[in-house]
DNA sequence: CCCTAACAAGACATTTTTTATCCTTTTAGG
DNA sequence: CCTAAAAGGATAAAAAATGTCTTGTTAGGG
């Protein structure tokens, strides 16, 4: 359970690959997927998420491409997964009241709440650069 | 991302449901359903593999019915959860060497890793004696 | 021995999600 | 204009989730 899909492990492995890069360099779609070994058609749709979020900036026609949309020290690993898969949500009752019926008696409940802060904990405390290395 | 599955819910609903019966009681799995607003087929299914791991006791023909195979405080929310949905796996490179080729100088690789510890812990530290209330 | 109660097991069906691909449109440079 | 490149939308195949159904097995009781 828990798996992250193809699409957020594209995902990251995109940006990150970006982050790797010299701050001012545009690349290509095509390179970032070839370098990923990713289908550059799903990583295009990926990378238009990120791109109506801020996470990266992109220009189009001749020149065109994509780079970050901030530093990388800026942009949380929670953030580029959130962007794709959705919120963190281990049980569809940490969304708020009024989810499930049982959730105001329930003894399972803070337990999901507990996941859910430790897995937002780990993912937000590290950032772009840090996975992108020196 | 990281949602738990009906069958998931359904199984933890389930067995807590059980845990917080009186510890001889044989429970049928048509009641156990309706208590818990499950279909009961779709139970049966859940309870089966409960059944195959020994995490609850069954019981066929005239009397027959389920009952907890361990003592409650014995019995972790990681195991149940496990027995339903498989291991804890944020993404398939925690699995083991090889599942992933980039694996060996992936910088995300070990993030994952954290997750996964971290979300089993949290499921470790909780019983169904917890979960069943006095 | 037979009848009924209850779980076990496996096949099947439906819906939703994932994982893409393709085509057309928009934007920008030269 | 012509070409490069991303944006957006439609579509489709594959996989997973969510059940249901039928048949088999086990056990108790008359
Ligand atoms: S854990 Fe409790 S509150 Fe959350 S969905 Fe399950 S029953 Fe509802
Ligand atoms: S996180 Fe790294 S090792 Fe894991 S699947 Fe992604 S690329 Fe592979």
Redesign the interface.
């Known amino acids: 359970?828990?798996?992250?899909?193809r699409k957020?492990?594209y995902a990251?492995r995109g940006i990150?690959y970006l982050a790797a890069q010299p701050d001012d360099k545009v690349c290509l779609l095509s390179d970032i997927a070839a370098a990923v070994d990713v289908p550059a058609t799903f990583l295009a749709k990926i990378f238009q998420q990120f791109s109506k979020i801020g996470l990266v900036k992109s220009y189009r026609g001749t020149g065109g491409g994509f780079l970050l949309g901030r530093l990388p020290e800026n942009i949380t690993?929670l953030e580029v997964?959130?962007a794709v898969?959705?919120?963190?949500?281990?049980?569809?009752c940490v969304v708020g009241a009024g989810e499930c019926t049982r959730d105001l008696s329930c003894?399972?409940h803070p337990?999901?709440k507990?996941?859910q802060e430790?897995?937002r904990?780990?993912?937000e405390g590290?950032t772009l650069k840090?996975?992108?290395?020196e």
Not at 1 to 5: F, S
Not at 130 to 133: K, P, R, S, T, V
């Open positions: 359970m828990m798996e992250l899909t957020g492990e990251i990150v690993l997964v959130e898969e959705g919120p963190i949500i281990p049980n569809r003894t399972v337990v999901w507990r996941v430790q897995v904990n780990v993912l590290v840090d996975l992108a290395g």
